[in-house]
């Protein structure tokens, strides 16, 4: 299994102690945080008992559902772990559940959602037309 050295926290090397933590992309680490919560696309008509099946084995589940609208499935759902680095070991492999192939992200907070949303664009937050004209009319007088 993938993410063995996860499993177990804190390692000693040469009398030292260290945290065995994942590797986060340079590109994710500012909207990268730790989290036990993991967003799961692409799960169709998949039950929640396939949903809690399958990641029982990565670690201990506190909820695990798909998302679902007037009982039909919205296509996608959340898990939420005991504890963060079970998403994290998770994320190292491809999923395939029931032969479906499913897509797991870092769950994000609501709230943070404009904020990643904003980092993922480069920083850059798409505005109307106009809305630069103010600002340039105030710097730019006649």
Do not use: W
């Not at 998302?67 to 680095?85: L, P, Q, W, Y």
């Not at 980092?119 to 809305?131: R, S």
């Amino acid at each position: 299994m993938c993410g063995l050295h996860l499993q177990t926290r804190v390692h000693e090397l040469k009398g030292r102690r260290l945290d065995a933590k994942a590797a986060v992309p340079k590109a994710h680490l500012g909207t990268a945080k730790l989290t036990k919560k993991m967003f799961v696309g692409g799960t169709g008509d998949l039950t929640d008992e396939d949903f809690k099946e399958h990641f029982s084995q990565y670690g201990d589940i506190e909820d695990a559902a798909v998302v679902r609208r007037e009982g039909m499935s919205r296509g996608f759902g959340f898990v939420t772990f005991a504890d963060e680095i079970s998403v994290e070991k998770c994320l190292l492999v491809n999923h395939f559940i029931k032969g479906r192939k499913v897509e797991l992200k870092r769950a994000v907070p609501k709230e943070d959602l404009g904020a990643a949303a904003v980092a993922a664009a480069g920083g850059l937050q798409a505005v109307g037309p106009g809305a630069m004209a103010a600002p340039l009319a105030a710097a730019y007088p006649p």
